[in-house]
């Protein structure tokens, strides 16, 4: 038998282009006659072909037969081969008489049937092995040629149909260990990303890490073959008995148990981090054994660090892979549950694994953010945290503590929402009271929705309170209907403390928020209420909210904010400018600020500023001051001192005017302390710097 090497070119679906090589040909035995010309295909670094063509000469007529005109048809035929990829067979028929397309069509059948027969696991074959198996299948099937009951024998079988070409083409898989580096060792390395067993970028650096994570790989294989293995009966060897001399063994006599049982095979998957044809085309398909069961709480650690290390790269988790299948990992399994259509039960089952370790995962549409994380999106965070009244002050792009805080407080209010929710359907469910609340499962602190519960019943509550807004969180926070309950005097709760956050941000309530709506908080309202051009009834009815929670809410209008500079001993007054922005500076003021012993206190004060008397008596100092303005406790604006009430200033105060020369007060001239006392009204902004 003729047998030839042609170097070959091959393309997968990635493009891949494989230089040339001539290693040695793999020995290929086929018992089918004289005649076959066997070419097999190589690419460099592989020793088993990946294309095979089998031809066989097609028969000559001898000399006074007449003529025969051959009909040859091609049938191709395909099977899958690793993850999308297929192996692909033709086999070329060749009919020396005239057939019916009925003929043809039962011969394309036949072939069909036996082809799959012969390579049932073809993923597990080179192409010169499944060429070698078709062909003797063929082969075989020709041989047993047996007529109908007209006579007839079927197309595949008539002698003078022949087998004149059989061409196999097969994926390209070359064998990767440490020390490589390719586009193949980077695909390689996506996949093990993709599966949970690499951490990091793929560089195609075949390093010790990715040699680790292939040995994973071949330990996880190995602990399925050997459970396989297990599963199978121990069979009882058994044993004729030998016959005595001159004696002949009965054909019914029974036999003798052996002493020692057959041993079990050995998994077949080698842990030696060099990965072969056989186990890259197992990690490429579909049915790659990923799921050993469901993973939750108190699952195997090397299972659930897997898990981890994937939702870590998808963005559905923070933290590091630790084994432990807590809350943080819970949340993580839920939030992909959500983007990938699941149900949301926060298990790692089959479906939501088979999923997740697969190229269609998909991550989410919003980012994880947590502490030290800066950019527009954190912005976006905080002014939507200002806005629903979570957070105070100017978005700055920066996830810090006052970040977490209020991350915090809006995981507090939306994790007690979802246990009413939870509550009310767990109640309903085992027709409790709608009042009865429900004992949580979670380890976090309850909150008030979780005191006092049914101890018959248990929820576990999705949101965790840890300061990180991961995707899940941002889609509920900014959905548009995030709503609230009409609030009155004398209602406490989350909501009353997101209102007054609101209010103090909008500079119409001043101090702590502490959730209790009292005089202050109503009083608060109306005045939003009147500067909104709202109905002023000091309730935070749908209207009130949907405004003060809006995008255009109107902050208070105080006249002015005063900003005192102790490096220039100066008082600037600024007033509103066309967008109602307190950028106009309207009067400049030479003040005398604390001295070097006495300094006056830097920092921005609103919830204590405002007028107090008109002629104030420091009793320490025996000595008198106009137009006491209160900054914060002893500090305040004050005029130029006097001796007596009434009596003559004293020129050393005047003259101090523009230097460091009080108590920590901050003296002005009686014409600008008159001027701040009557125009600044109370909680009107003060910031020393």
């Known amino acids: 038998m003729k047998r030839r090497i042609t170097a070959f070119v091959v393309m997968l679906v990635a493009v ?14 086929l018992e089918t006659g004289e005649g076959l010309d066997v070419t097999l295909g190589y690419c460099e670094g592989r020793e088993a072909p990946v294309s095979a063509l089998i031809t066989k000469e097609l028969p000559t007529q001898a000399e006074g037969e007449a003529e025969v005109t051959w009909t040859s048809k091609e049938f191709p035929y395909t099977t899958p081969y690793g993850q999308s990829h297929v192996a692909r067979a ?22 069909a049937d036996i082809i799959s027969r012969a390579i049932p696991n073809a993923e597990r074959l080179d192409a010169g092995e499944m060429a070698e198996k078709i062909w003797r299948a063929i082969d075989s099937v020709r041989r047993d040629a047996k007529p109908d009951e007209t006579g007839k024998v ?3 079988n008539d002698p003078k149909v022949v087998l004149s070409k059989l061409s196999i083409e097969a994926p390209y898989y070359p064998t990767l260990r440490r020390g490589d580096k390719s586009d193949e060792v980077k695909t390689l390395q996506q996949k093990l990303i993709e599966l949970g067993y690499l951490v990091g970028a793929a560089d195609g650096q075949f390093g010790a890490m990715t040699e680790t994570a292939v040995m994973d790989v071949e330990k996880a294989l190995r602990s399925i073959e050997q459970a396989a293995i297990d599963a199978l ?16 063994l009965s054909a019914t006599a029974a036999p003798e148990p052996a002493g020692e049982p057959a041993p079990k095979p050995e998994p077949a998957t080698a842990v030696d981090g060099v990965v072969d044809l056989a186990l890259q085309i197992r990690l490429n398909s579909d049915e790659f054994p990923l799921v050993a069961g469901d993973l939750a709480k108190g699952s195997d650690a090397q299972a659930v660090t897997r898990l981890q290390r994937r939702l870590l790269q998808l963005g559905c988790l923070t933290g590091a892979a630790d084994g432990d299948y807590g809350a943080n990992t819970r949340r993580g399994v839920t939030i992909f549950q959500h983007y990938n259509g699941l149900e949301e039960t926060g298990v790692a089952d089959e479906a939501t694994q088979r999923r997740i370790f697969s190229s269609a995962a998909q991550a989410p549409a919003n980012p ?18 200002i806005g629903l009244g979570f957070m105070k002050g100017t978005p700055d792009g920066s996830y810090g503590n006052a970040t977490v805080a209020a991350v915090k407080e809006m995981q507090t209010y939306l994790r007690e929402k979802e246990i009413a929710r939870l509550t009310a359907a767990a109640n309903a469910d085992h027709g ?30 999705t949101i965790e309170v840890n300061g990180v807004a991961d995707p899940l969180l941002l889609d509920t926070f900014y959905a548009n209907d995030f709503e609230t309950s009409a609030l009155k005097n004398g209602d406490e709760n989350l909501d009353v403390k997101r209102v007054q956050k609101r209010l103090n941000h909008l500079e119409y309530l001043y101090g702590t928020a502490d959730g209790a709506f009292g005089d202050a908080t109503e009083t608060a309202v109306r005045d939003f209420q009147k500067r909104n051009s709202l109905p002023q009834d000091g309730i935070a009815g749908q209207a009130t909210l949907d405004k003060l929670f809006g995008d255009f809410a109107l902050k208070a209008l105080k006249p002015y904010v005063l900003k005192v500079s102790i490096d220039k001993q100066r008082v600037y007054a600024y007033g509103l400018d066309a967008n109602n922005e307190h950028t106009e500076l309207v009067r400049t003021m030479k003040c005398s600020t604390g001295s070097v012993g006495t300094p006056t206190p830097k920092g921005t004060y609103q919830a204590t500023t405002g007028p107090g008397a008109r002629w ?33 200033v004293t020129s050393s105060s005047v003259r101090n005017l523009g230097s460091r020369a009080s108590h920590g007060c901050v003296r002005l001239t009686v014409e600008d302390a008159k001027w701040l006392y009557t125009n600044c009204p109370p909680n009107t902004k003060v910031i020393i710097y």
């Open 16 to 29: 891949l282009v494989v230089k040339l090589g001539m290693p040695v040909l793999a020995e290929m035995t």
């Open 90 to 111: 033709v086999v070329t028929m060749a009919a020396g008489r005239e057939a019916s397309g009925d003929e043809w069509q039962q011969l394309s059948d036949d072939l």
């Open 233 to 248: 009966p121990t069979p009882t060897p058994v044993q004729v008995p030998t016959p005595a001399p001159g004696e002949t």
């Open 154 to 156: 079927p197309l595949l």
């Open 432 to 461: 409790a009271p709608e009042d009865t609340e429900v004992q949580p499962g979670a380890t976090a602190a309850p909150t008030d929705a979780e005191a006092n519960v049914d101890e018959n019943v248990n929820i576990t509550p």
């Open 368 to 385: 994880l953010l947590t502490e030290g994380v800066e950019g527009e999106e954190v912005k976006k965070l905080q002014t939507r945290l």
């Open 616 to 648: 104030h008596y420091f009793k320490k100092f025996t000595c008198w001051a106009q137009y006491a303005y209160y900054i914060e406790g002893d500090y305040m604006f004050h005029s130029v001192l006097y001796g007596s009430k009434g009596g003559p």
